[in-house]
């Protein structure tokens, strides 16, 4: 098959007029001008006419068991408020409801484009019943503030669910649910069996205020229901993430499995601390969920500096409105204006292929890559501009499938 275009946005390259790609069963296996590439390969011709086509989007941070939740939660007067209001939300869900949720989720992030995703989730025994129709790395959030002393139980029997996974991780939620001996143990798993693992950090004022000055509504909060408060006072989420990584960590590779998510509260010190590591981690920015609770302004342009690898999620819809990576890519730019938009394309396509450790098979168009495409409407002016510009849905091919 060859599917020709407008323009073919590869990603790997620069955008290819009148271009067309050639796939072979789940395969690119050619792309170019779409007049070399049909007199190279044969078959049949999709001519998606004034397109562009570009590689799928990868989200790289999102919970679909809460698409049930959309519109569910009145914005909160802070973080501890709602972190009570999920709680209690969850704590109406079945099996079922759990199911719907992340079946429907599923569905709406690819419509909007999505073809790869990270998704954790509270109910990873659930995984065997669902046939995701999206690529999907699947995460077990893994809580112990009320159940110390149960990390390795815990851990073990999420990772023997998630083993009907084709592709899966290990996500200790944050610092202030998951126990030292949690994250210690979802290390030691990461590093035998070679797999990734994420977690929530130093996403909130009320989170920076419980490590570092042992006080606030997260503080009281989780004293309240009987966390041990002995890790908090006189270190930052970041400082007090790298002494347990570095102390549950026998690799200097290590940095290279966490796939960090916000970062929006860091000190100078903390600036200094990401700067010295070696080797950088991935982290994941969901532009309109941190716009939803206000959170600090998001540090991007130092974090880039850096040198991390910086991707964009949608998050939750206990937090946002839907599971469009293009009005992510919108809210960001609005946010950062002086980014140009095919370094925010990178962050739904190269970035997040890259911390998933999949830069060769997703996120760009070049043989041997994976067939996950989409198509948005282009007829003239800046190819990326307009990318971003796409309100509706997209056409998506899925493992060489249209559909």
Known sequence: MVVRARVVVTMNGPPIENG????????VVDVGRFDEVKARRSGEIVDLGEQALLPGLINAHC???????????????????????????????????YLESIR???????????????????????IAQLEPPIRTWW????????????????????????KSAEHWGLAPHALYTASAELF??????????????????AESREEMSMFRDAEGPLYDFLKEIGRDMRDCGGTTPLQRFLEIVRDSSTSLG??????????????EDDFDLLARLETKFSLVHCPRSHAYFGHSP?????????????????????SNDDLSLFAEMRQFRETFPAVSPEEILKMVTVNPARALRQENLLGK??????????????????????ILAFEGEAWVMTGGLAG
């Not at 798993?189 to 994420?198: M, P, V």
């Open 20 to 27: 067309a790609v050639a796939i072979s069963g789940d395969r």
């Open 63 to 97: 919970h679909l068991d809460y698409t049930c939740l959309r519109g569910k939660i009145p914005r909160p007067q802070s973080f501890a408020d709602w972190i009570r209001a999920i709680n209690a939300e969850r704590a109406q869900l079945s099996e079922a409801d």
């Open 104 to 126: 429907a989720g599923f569905a709406e992030a690819k419509k909007f484009g999505t073809t790869a995703m990270a998704n954790l989730t509270g109910v990873p025994q659930l």
């Open 139 to 162: 995460f077990a959030e893994l809580i112990d503030v009320r159940r110390g002393g149960r990390a390795k139980a815990i851990v073990d029997l999420a990772s023997q669910a998630l």
């Open 184 to 201: 210690a143990r979802c290390a030691e798993i990461a590093e035998r069996g070679n797999i990734l693992l994420t977690t929530h950090l």
């Open 254 to 267: 290590m940095t290279k499995k966490w796939l960090l998510v916000h970062l929006n509260e860091l000190t």
């Open 298 to 318: 998001f540090p991007f342009e130092r974090l880039h500096a850096i040198g991390l690898n910086l991707c964009l999620g949608t998050d939750s819809l206990a």
């Open 365 to 386: 168009i070049c043989p041997g890559a994976h067939v996950d495409l989409v198509a948005v409407p282009f007829r003239r002016g800046n190819v990326f501009e307009e």
